[in-house]
């Protein structure tokens, strides 16, 4: 949430800093702003200003009943008080949207904090001067970090693996041993061009841990179960950048085929994404019967 100084002026008491917690209402710093100045110069003349013009409308009320004065002079005074009382309203309506109070005469105006949270981001400084809705930055910024965004960058083929709603493992840079979840609240319809990756925002819960800027590893877990053939490591043959296995043909024969070796298991074992499916025979050591042949 940004906050923002609704007179201009120059900046005389700061009373949070960056990194604060603050909560919704706590005074965050005051302005000696020239416009609270005018504005009550504005507040009093149309406050004497009406006070002369309900005068003379009680007095030209009197003078009607009387038969002193015309009609027309009546509505003259009463559309003169009508004025008077707009004027009135708009130049305190000017003061309260300057965050000053007509009661309270004075050249200070006050910035509250509005919402409860952690200032993350401060561009004042003590006797600066500030500005009102213009080009210049916030000079705060109020998050609530009770919970964060992790912005992460997914991998156009890990895509399908990404669905919303779904949960993330989250690991901590700085806090390795200390693993979150995180929902998936959105995915981004554009792909970088350069890094063929998409923005994936995560929802999660802050423990108290995490800071804005820290980074992060997101493990997606895709939703549908895949069963695939393992084999042994020493099965699986690496020739011209390609993965090969034998296989057994008829008459007691082999037959070379191309799979598409994947992760590497506990106990020499080795994943096969395709080529192979659960249950099919292969020679266990490839390399073997691949010199025997070339020796044949």
């Known amino acids: 949430m940004p906050v923002i100084s609704l007179a201009s002026g120059r900046v005389v008491e700061i009373n ?3 990194g604060d917690e603050v909560k919704k209402g706590q005074l965050l710093f005051k302005v000696r702003s020239s416009d609270i100045s005018g ?20 007095r030209a009320k009197i003078l009607f009943s009387k038969g002193a004065i015309a009609q027309k002079d009546l509505e003259v005074a009463q559309n003169a008080e009508d004025s008077a009382l707009v004027d009135l309203d708009t130049t305190a309506e000017r003061l309260k949207l300057l965050g000053s109070d007509t009661s309270h005469p004075t050249g200070i105006v ?5 919402v409860s949270g952690v200032i993350v981001e401060q561009n ?16 705060f910024t109020i998050a609530d970090l009770s919970v964060v965004w992790i912005i992460c960058d997914v991998f156009e083929n890990d895509m399908p693996n990404v669905k919303l709603g779904e949960y993330a493992d989250i690991h901590l840079a700085a806090y390795p041993n200390r693993p979150l979840k995180g929902r998936i609240s ?10 063929r990756t998409a923005k994936v925002r995560l929802e999660v819960p802050n423990p108290g841990l995490m800071r804005v800027g ?3 590893t997101a493990t997606f877990h895709s939703g549908a179960q895949e069963i695939r053939a393992t084999v042994p490591a ?17 008459n007691g024969r082999f037959r070379r085929l191309e799979v598409v070796g994947g992760a590497t298991l506990a106990g020499n074992l080795q994943e096969i994404v395709s080529g192979l499916k659960p ?16 020796q044949q």
């Open 16 to 18: 949070a800093r960056i």
């Open 39 to 58: 504005a009550f110069s504005d507040y009093r003349k149309a406050v004497v200003n009406e006070q002369l013009t309900k005068v003379q409308l009680d």
């Open 110 to 114: 006050e910035t509250f904090a509005p």
């Open 124 to 139: 004042i400084t003590q006797a600066a001067g500030v500005k009102t809705l213009d080009n210049s930055p916030n000079l």
């Open 186 to 195: 959105n995915i981004a319809p554009i792909l970088d061009p350069a890094i």
């Open 214 to 216: 820290m980074f992060v």
């Open 234 to 250: 020493t099965a699986i043959l690496h020739l011209h950048d390609r993965d090969w296995v034998y296989i057994p043909a008829d």
């Open 279 to 294: 249950g099919d025979k292969v020679v266990t050591n490839a390399l073997v019967l691949q010199n025997t042949v070339e």
